[in-house]
């Protein structure tokens, strides 16, 4: 798929004998953007074989889009395993960037109540206390969103069931807030053993 791209641009290079080392392709600025823009599709679709050729052909991971989204937080958010384990294979896979609503790819895994992405996040480096600029952090969005799995299992890792954001909510009061009983439970029993 992205070899065709390349080819489907019309970039040609100069045949040269089969001796001689083959002239190296130079991309413009369209056909860059052409090419980020299919890596971008392919991190929403889970395209792990695209991704892979992407990188290959000398990407970086850390690009964003014009939402801020780097391409580790679009596979994470949508839930693609094998092309979360492709991104953080990167140099640079963006592990702690923030999108323009200041979440992360982490803070992905969270809402959408995704322990297996967390974990493998988690694994490469990943702050489970990291917080936005408003003061969210992981442990408070899987409280907000009920998933009980995912905030036993960031407690676990290290998260802090104490924290509060800019505006004092704290994942407990997230909790209440949702009616989510089992998740007030276990934060109510992680604030006990402090």
Do not use: C, W
């Not at 052909?57 to 989204?69: Q, V």
């Not at 092309?83 to 992905?108: C, I, S, W, Y």
């Not at 998260?159 to 949702?178: E, H, I």
């Amino acid at each position: 798929m992205f070899a065709s791209l390349i080819l489907s641009t019309a970039l040609t290079v100069p045949s040269a004998p089969p001796s001689a080392p083959a002239a190296p392709v130079v991309l413009d600025d369209a056909t860059r953007a052409k090419l980020k823009e299919l890596a971008f599709r392919a991190a929403r679709e889970g395209d792990a074989k695209t991704l892979k050729e992407y990188f290959a052909a000398g990407f970086s991971a850390d690009e964003a889009n014009t939402r801020g989204d780097t391409l580790l937080i679009l596979v994470t958010y949508y839930g693609h395993a094998d092309a979360v384990e492709v991104v953080l294979k990167q140099p640079k896979p963006g592990l702690g960037h923030r999108n323009k609503m200041g979440f992360t790819a982490l803070d992905g895994a969270a809402f959408k109540g995704s322990v297996s992405l967390a974990k493998l996040l988690v694994a490469a480096g990943a702050d489970v206390n990291g917080a936005s600029e408003t003061g969210k952090t992981p442990l408070m969005l899987a409280a907000l969103t009920g998933h009980t799995e995912m905030v036993e299992y960031l407690l676990g890792a290290g998260a802090k069931p104490d924290a509060a954001d800019a505006a004092g909510n704290t994942p407990l009061s997230l909790a209440r807030t949702q009616g989510a009983k089992d998740v007030v439970k276990l934060l109510e029993g992680a604030r006990a053993k402090k």
